[in-house]
C-alpha cells in the first residue's frame, strides 16, 4: 500500500504543482485511474507471496535494464506529467476534442486491465529483466501469452500513450512516445535475453510469433 501511495503522491505533486492548481479535472481523472488500477493490482496478487517479493526486488537484473527503467518508470512519466501540466497553465496548445479524452479513458483502462492479467498469469512477472534461476524460471504461454510474448509491456506501453489524452495535452504527446520508444526497446533486448537464456523460450517465440502486438509485431 505504501508504494501506491507514494506514487500518487509524487503524480499529484508533478502534474498539480506543474499546472498551478487543483481544479483540473483531467489530471482527477488520471489520478483515479491510476490509484484504482494499484489498488486493485494489488489486491489481485495478494496471495502471490512470491511474486510480490520478487516485483520488489529491483536491485537484481541486467545492468542495461536499471538504465531503462529509470526512463519507464521515472523520467518519461514526469516528463509527461509536467508537460501536460504546463501546458494547461500557458495554453501552449488547442485544446483535443472529447473522444481523444474519451479513448484515452478506454484504452487506459482496458491497458490496466491486459497488465493485471499478465501479472496474475505469469508468476515470474519481475519488475527487471532477469532469468529467475532461484525461483525455477520457466516459459508462461497461458493467459495473455497466448497472443504476445510481452502482455504487459503492450499494456504499459498503451497506457503511456493514453496518459496525453486524458490530460488534454498535445504537448505531452512527445515525451510520452518517447517513454513508449524505450520500453519497445527494453521488449526487444529482454527477448533476446529470454532466446538466449531461458530454456524453451525460442520454441514459444516460433508459437507465439509477435511480441507486443497480434499480427503486427
Not at 101 to 119: E, K, N, P, R, Y
Request: charged share 15%.
Amino acid at each position: 500500500m505504501v508504494p501506491v501511495v507514494f506514487s500518487v503522491a509524487i503524480t499529484s505533486v508533478c502534474l498539480f504543482g506543474s499546472a498551478g492548481r487543483l481544479d483540473w479535472p483531467n489530471a482527477w481523472v488520471l489520478l483515479g485511474l491510476n490509484f484504482t488500477a494499484s489498488i486493485a493490482t494489488t489486491a489481485l496478487l495478494w496471495r502471490h507471496t512470491e511474486l510480490l517479493a520478487e516485483r520488489s526486488n529491483v536491485k537484481a537484473g541486467k545492468s542495461w535494464d536499471k538504465a531503462i527503467i529509470g526512463v519507464t518508470v521515472l523520467l518519461g512519466p514526469v516528463a509527461t506529467w509536467i508537460t501536460a501540466g504546463l501546458d494547461t497553465r500557458y495554453h501552449w496548445s488547442d485544446r483535443m476534442p472529447t473522444w481523444a479524452f474519451v479513448a484515452g479513458v478506454t484504452i487506459a483502462v482496458l491497458a490496466a486491465a491486459l497488465i493485471a492479467w499478465a501479472m496474475c498469469s505469469n508468476r515470474f512477472f519481475s519488475s527487471v529483466v532477469r532469468i529467475q534461476k532461484d525461483r525455477g524460471h520457466v516459459v508462461v504461454a497461458s493467459g495473455p501469452y497466448r497472443f504476445v510474448r510481452h502482455p504487459g509491456y503492450t499494456g504499459m506501453s498503451a497506457f503511456t500513450l493514453a496518459t496525453p489524452l486524458i490530460l488534454n495535452s498535445r504537448w505531452a504527446l512527445a515525451p510520452a512516445v518517447a517513454t513508449a520508444a524505450v520500453t519497445v526497446l527494453r521488449t526487444v533486448l529482454e527477448d533476446r535475453t529470454l532466446h538466449n537464456e531461458l530454456d524453451g523460450y525460442a520454441d514459444y517465440a516460433r508459437r507465439v510469433k509477435y511480441k507486443l502486438v497480434p499480427a503486427i509485431w
